[in-house]
């Protein structure tokens, strides 16, 4: 016996799976990024950058993709796999591309404001920014593998 599967298009699915899964990874990478640099490199300078970063990048990507594909499973959406493939590509381009426009963004700022009030506002626009970036990576993954209609002629 096999369950029908999930007419419906996904978006929403894909793109609170996406977010879900996402969130809690990339903080939880950044944090054993920095614990493992302050118990094995303790005397590390510019080098002790590069373990939080790469976690954050690592519990971005996998969490943003496990959570899409949980989501669209578990609600059992059509053309799961694909999406997720997708969306396991696009993501790593996706993250590059955040943190050049982040870093030109602002790199222009840092014109015009004091050292305090950008790092008040990186602290304040990095996390919106990251959570609609990873939204739309979600919906364009899905929109990009959206399944057709069953009767191709019909447009509902």
Do not use: H
Request: hydrophobic fraction near 50%.
């Amino acid at each position: 016996m096999q369950l029908s599967k999930n007419n419906k298009s996904g978006y929403l699915a894909a793109i609170l799976g996406s977010f879900i899964g996402a969130v809690p990874l990339l903080y939880l990478g950044g944090y054993l990024g920095r614990e493992y640099v302050i118990k094995f490199m303790p005397n590390a300078e510019l080098e002790g950058i590069i373990p939080p970063l790469m976690g954050q990048f690592l519990g971005w990507w996998i969490g943003e993709v496990l959570g899409c594909w949980i989501a669209l499973r578990w609600q059992n959406y059509r053309k799961v796999n694909k999406t997720v493939k997708l969306l396991a590509i696009l993501t790593p381009i996706g993250i590059i591309i955040w943190v050049v426009a982040f870093l030109f963004a602002f790199q222009l700022l840092n014109r015009s404001f004091s050292d305090t009030e950008i790092l008040q506002l990186q602290n304040q626009i990095r996390p919106i920014s990251v959570g609609l970036w990873i939204i739309a990576l979600a919906w364009l993954a899905r929109f990009l593998t959206k399944p057709l209609p069953r009767d191709r002629y019909t447009y509902e």
